[in-house]
């Protein structure tokens, strides 16, 4: 007997520490339950506004584009100006618009008829121009590179002719040159109209140097057809005179439809021709049988004054009808 009750007394102490200890580990996960869920409400209280925050400021970050245009207007009473803008990819069409700045010294030197580039900054309440600076016009092969050292040589030649090259603002001298019908033209007869005017000659090889300039006017016909000889002219001055006859011009300007009531390509003879060509910084000289040249495009106002001289052929045909349309609007 004694031997059976103290079998029977283990097995009822095993039994009741069995159950305390599965008790105390059901209360155990219990707590760890309770304290996990209570550790990920916090986590989430904390998580959840830093992540929305982080989202916020990523909504109100300023974003940056880089811009191309031609300067229509500066208004530094009101910190701001309009230029006709190439398409920004992603971001908007290209179009004319106005631009503000944060300080009125970033248009110190800006002027109508400038080629720039900037920066457009964006943020979620508002936009403004900033690091804006006249556009350089570079182009990487042979022809140019020998034009810009050709310029630097007639700067440095004490006996050539001195030439004052003109600025925005300046009055054009009259010239005259004979036209593709073989009438004589001068410049002082298109006084209180607009006029453009750019340089070619016919045997360039390269379509985006003459042929681009004078496709620009090409494309202009069709938006200024009410305006153009009433209000508006275009001029194309070629600087191979010996070669580029009235007759070879007439054919020339047929690949535009050009009307030479209001389309006019030029020629005359070589020094007049250079004269009117350096007024303008615009620079050539055989070479092999081709003609090595800078790029000019010049919009003139109605009293006779240069509004501006764009170098090169980065600017579109819209650019510089929006120039032009800009010139038109003024008295």
């Given amino acids: 007997m004694p031997g059976e009750q103290a079998r029977h007394f283990y097995l009822q102490f095993r039994f009741d520490t069995i159950g305390s200890v599965e008790k105390s580990m ?37 974003r940056r584009y ?31 618009m106005s631009f503000h700045v944060r300080s009125a010294q970033e248009l110190n030197n800006l002027r109508t008829g400038e080629v720039i580039d900037f920066t457009l900054a964006v943020s979620k309440e ?17 022809e140019s590179q020998e034009a810009s050292r050709l310029r630097l040589l007639q700067s440095l030649n004490a006996s050539a002719a001195p030439v004052r090259v003109l600025e925005p603002g300046d009055m054009v001298p009259d010239f005259s040159l004979v036209d593709q019908t073989g009438a004589a033209i001068h410049l002082s007869e298109f006084r209180g109209k607009i006029v453009a005017l750019t340089f070619m000659y016919t045997r360039c090889p390269l379509p985006d140097y003459c042929f681009r300039l004078n496709n620009n006017f090409g494309a202009l016909q069709r938006r200024f057809d009410s305006q153009l000889g009433k209000n508006l002219i275009f001029l194309s001055v070629s600087f191979d005179p010996i070669h580029d006859q009235p007759p070879v011009l007439a054919s020339y300007a047929k690949t535009w439809n050009a009307d030479p009531r209001s389309w006019h390509f030029l020629t005359g003879p070589l020094p007049q021709v250079e004269q009117v060509c350096h007024e303008f910084n615009l620079n050539f000289w055989q070479d092999m049988g081709m003609i090595t040249h800078t790029l000019h495009t010049v919009v003139i106002d109605r009293q006779g004054r240069v509004v501006a001289n764009l170098e090169g052929n980065q600017f579109s045909a819209k650019q510089l009808g929006d120039l032009i349309q800009a010139a038109l609007d003024q008295p």
Avoid: C, Y
């Fill in 126 to 142: 508002e936009s403004w121009a900033e690091d804006i600076r006249p556009h350089v016009f570079q182009n990487g092969d042979a």
């Fill in 66 to 96: 880089p811009a191309f245009g031609v300067v229509l207007g500066v208004d530094p009473a009101h910190n701001m100006f309009t230029a006709s803008i190439r398409e920004i990819p992603g971001f908007m069409d290209a179009m004319v």
């Fill in 26 to 62: 059901a209360a155990f996960r219990k707590a760890h339950s309770i304290v996990a869920r209570a550790f990920a409400t916090a986590f989430l209280l904390v998580i959840i506004p830093v992540s929305i925050h982080g989202q916020q400021q990523d909504t109100d970050a300023v």
